[in-house]
């Protein structure tokens, strides 16, 4: 018998049972990794995309907001991480009049999935029939588009128009969801809402109420890729200045 054949055959028998071990070690490791990593996944939803298109030729083609005359396109891409079914049944939006003086805009006709009017200085409510339902079984993304067009006269211009959309789950348990296209660089004239976006990962959006609460702000959580994420409520409108369709 050839011994020094036997030892090398030892001796390589041998490297590949260490190998082996600290493969066994290192896929046991990512394991872990990957059940700590789901255990930090998102239980509210996640707005992941949201591209705007107007027909005001006041803005351009491609916008950040609502526009206050003409018809406004959102296409909508959610992102949801949790173990629980969300039912996406409403759609706020809230007009903030300015003082500029305008001319009347009435609605437009729409062929969108879904579409929302809104009035002069009003906060509306848009039920979404049907609703729209992201679950663990369905997959992680949702995507729907949504109208938004002017209703009735507005008298003044220049105004603000944002909107958000309510969710529930099977346990009852409501929330909200911006409907904004954030761009951090936006902000970079404004040092303390840039920090506060950058550093803190928060971001202020309107409070949907009556008049009181033009001025008024609440604060939505980001991503660390500062993506604007849902947070629970406990009422979807806050008061009862919401027009109920």
């Avoid at 959102?74 to 809230?94: A, T």
């Avoid at 303390?192 to 939505?220: A, C, M």
Wanted: neutral net charge; proline residues 7%.
């Amino acid at each position: 018998m050839n011994i020094p054949l036997v030892s090398a055959i030892a001796a390589l028998l041998a490297a590949l049972a260490a190998a082996l071990t600290n493969l066994e070690k290192i896929v046991g490791v990512f394991a872990k990794f990957r059940s700590w990593l789901s255990s930090k996944r998102n239980d509210e939803p996640v707005l992941l995309s949201i591209s705007i298109r107007t027909t005001d030729r006041r803005q351009n083609s491609v916008g950040r907001t609502i526009a206050e005359q003409g018809l406004s396109r959102f296409d909508v891409m959610i992102s949801y991480e949790g173990s629980d079914k969300l039912i996406f049944d409403r759609i706020d939006v809230v007009h903030q009049p300015s003082l500029l003086t305008s001319i009347g805009t009435g609605a437009l006709p729409s062929s969108a999935t879904y579409n929302v009017q809104f009035k002069y200085g009003s906060v509306v409510t848009e039920r979404l029939s049907p609703p729209v339902v992201i679950n663990p079984e369905s997959g992680p993304l949702l995507r729907f588009e949504v109208e938004f067009t002017p209703e009735g006269a507005f008298p003044t211009t220049g105004g603000s128009v944002y909107a958000r959309v309510g969710y529930i789950d099977t346990k009852g348990r409501a929330g909200v969801l911006p409907l904004f296209a954030l761009n951090p660089d936006d902000y970079r004239d404004y040092p303390e809402l840039y920090e506060r976006i950058i550093q803190r990962h928060e971001f202020l959006f309107p409070v949907f109420g009556g008049r009181e609460s033009w001025d008024k702000n609440e604060t939505y959580k980001l991503t660390k890729n500062y993506l604007i994420k849902g947070k629970p409520v406990k009422e979807l409108v806050p008061n009862d200045c919401a027009v109920h369709r």
